[in-house]
Structures are given as C-alpha cells and as structure tokens.
C-alpha cells in the first residue's frame, strides 16, 4: 500500500532542468511545477457529496500534468469528488489506470469547468507506472 507520503517521496525528483524549462509562470505557488501534455483521460466519478454525479462519465483532454496530479476539463462541477480515471499520454505506450481526488474547480468562459485532481496513492492503481513516467519525464 502506498500512502501520499510515499507518493511524495517516489516524485521529488522533479527538479531536473529539461522539466523546469517547461514550467509556466502560474506555477509560483505550487508545491509541484505542471507541465503541458498530451493525451486524454476518461474519468468517472466514484465517489462525491452529490449522489446523482456518481457514475457519471466523461472524457477529457489532459490540459497539465504535475508529480501528483493533473488538469483536466469538464461540462460538470465536480467539488468534493473521487474520479477512476483511465489515462493516455501521447509519448507514453501504455494506459494507466489511477484514482483521484477533486482539488479545485474554475468556470471557463464557455461554460465548462478545468478541475484540478490529486492522485490518490493506492495499490490497485498504476501508481508506481505514473511515478516511473515521471521520472523519465
């Protein structure tokens, strides 16, 4: 079983030069920098305050990864949700399987919302593939 300590431990490499170049300025109060990726995800809330969202289902562009999480795009306000989310990253072979938790969300001008997602360390997820990729990264 792995907790967020050893989520933190197994990404704070995050500090090689080829990651910091890419790094926007939007970052300057986050504990891990994002990154642009390519890729998408398709999520579905496991878990929520509001009964009626789970099961709810719904494929989104990765928008920004981090070492513990993502940015992602919704037609929903997803508050206080747990998401299985199914990942593919253009550059990456392989789809991970990984759950998470709503951090943030922020209404877009087109009426969607970006919501921001903190992985949430578990054995019976591809977590120790995400932090890999990461470190490859």
Request: charged share 25%; glycine share 6%; aromatic share 8%.
């Amino acid at each position: 079983y792995l907790d967020t300590f050893r989520l933190l431990e197994m990404t704070s490499f995050m500090t090689h030069s080829s990651y910091r170049d890419n790094i926007s300025l939007t970052n300057t109060r986050r504990e891990h920098a994002r990154v642009p990726a390519r890729g998408h995800v398709v999520a579905q809330v496991v878990e929520g305050p509001d009964g009626a969202l789970i099961g709810y289902t719904f494929r989104s562009p990765i928008v920004e990864i981090s070492p513990c999480g993502l940015c992602l795009s919704t037609s929903r306000q997803l508050s206080g949700c747990r998401l299985d989310l199914w990942l593919e990253i253009n550059d990456h072979n392989e789809k991970m399987f990984l759950a998470a938790d709503v951090r943030w969300t922020s209404p877009e001008e087109a009426g969607d919302y970006q919501i921001g997602v903190e992985l949430v360390a578990n054995s019976l997820t591809d977590i120790e593939e995400w932090c890999e990729f990461q470190r490859k990264e």
